[in-house]
């Protein structure tokens, strides 16, 4: 079982660099940051689905740029992975964030993996250019326009979200074909989408019986498809800290879990990484 750690990251929380650093040095696998460019003042959801306030935690409006603080991460580290949990698919470009990945992937020694959503608040989605509505058929055209700059020379997409001729985009990702593409979500089509443009599946707070019958059906439709199931990771997204729970999870076919480090200081989240680090590693 592979363990890593997420944390919203801010200008008031640990730097990147020191929590990197150190989640290294304690054997952690990876390093996982969210993303949310912006939250609009005036939003019809108004919380998040681990929250019952009635307000968003600061540290949704305050999360620094993934790909930035990844690439800070990157710099400083040999083994550690670095990872978006997750990268918004409908608010970026994919001409742009496919040179972005691929640059990141090339930093790294081929390090990155590109955990992806759809995004959950509306106004934020359609500010930032996305159609909410229809933003899993749009993340689908994301990344099958950008494993098309990643694999070929002359690269070029045509379909509904994004069209472009041929054009010539590197560098090319260190990881061949590219790296990984992990999809978070719960919905009924999750697995199908998994098995058509993903390399697997990014679940949020997972029960042992949920992944065990997510595994299961992944499984049945990768060897439907001609795909091999093994080659599908699914890593468990935002898991307590709790041995118990962690080998229940690997016993049900998860092969990571992400534990979450507080928005905090450097002594507190070190801290805390450390007590994380004395529990499972």
């Keep these: ?16 660099v020191k929590l990197a650093t150190r989640a290294e040095e304690m054997g952690f696998d990876s390093l996982w940051v969210p993303e949310h460019p912006v939250i609009p003042v005036e939003r019809t959801q108004r919380v998040p689905a681990d929250s019952t306030d009635d307000e968003l935690p600061k540290k949704y409006f305050d999360v620094v740029d993934p790909y930035v603080t990844l690439a800070a991460a990157a710099a400083v580290t040999t083994t550690l992975k670095v990872a978006t949990g997750v990268t918004l698919l409908p608010e970026r470009n994919p001409l742009l964030l496919a040179k972005e990945a691929a640059t990141l992937d090339l930093i790294s020694g081929g390090r990155f993996i590109m955990g992806i959503g759809a995004g959950w608040i509306t106004e934020e989605t359609e500010i930032m250019g996305g159609n909410f509505p229809r933003r899993w058929a749009q993340c689908r055209e994301s990344v099958l326009a950008m494993k098309q700059l990643w694999t ?5 997409y045509h379909g509904e979200f994004y069209d472009f001729p041929q054009v010539v985009s590197f560098p090319r990702p260190v990881q061949r074909p590219h790296p990984p593409v992990i999809l978070g979500g719960w919905s009924k089509y999750v697995f199908k989408r998994v098995i058509e443009y993903g390399d697997g599946w990014l679940p ?9 019958a997510g595994r299961k059906e992944l499984n049945r439709l990768a060897e439907e498809a001609g795909r091999d199931p093994e080659s599908l990771e699914v890593t468990c997204y935002q898991v307590p800290p709790d041995p118990e729970h962690v080998r229940a999870l690997g016993e049900a076919g998860a092969d990571r879990v992400v534990i979450q480090v507080d928005t905090a ?3 507190e989240a070190l801290a805390q990484l450390e007590s994380h680090a004395r529990a499972l590693l």
């Design 265 to 267: 200081g450097r002594d």
């Design 204 to 212: 949020l707070r997972a029960q042992p019986e949920w992944v065990a």
């Design 152 to 156: 070929t020379v002359y690269s070029e």
């Design 1 to 16: 079982m592979k363990i890593g750690v997420s944390s919203f990251l801010t200008d008031y929380s640990i730097d990147v």
